[in-house]
């Protein structure tokens, strides 16, 4: 909620009483906002490419 931390299980449950939101949608919501904000750091990632080795090796 306040972008310091992410949102757990037990709090979408939490939510999802007090309020009646459901917690598939909380948790989809913060899937979502995790996999942009990985995204938007991905150039910085290095990694090098796996390359499989043929089976005579």
Same mark, same amino acid.
């Given at each position: 909620m306040n972008a310091k931390a992410g949102l757990s299980g037990d709090m979408a449950v939490r939510f999802e009483k007090a309020f009646g939101v459901d917690m =598939?949608?909380?948790m989809r919501m913060q899937n979502s906002y995790d996999i942009a904000q990985i *995204?938007? *750091?991905a150039k910085k990632i290095r990694v090098d490419r796996? =390359?499989?080795r043929s089976a005579a090796q």
């Open positions: =598939e949608t909380l *995204r938007s *750091r796996y =390359e499989p």
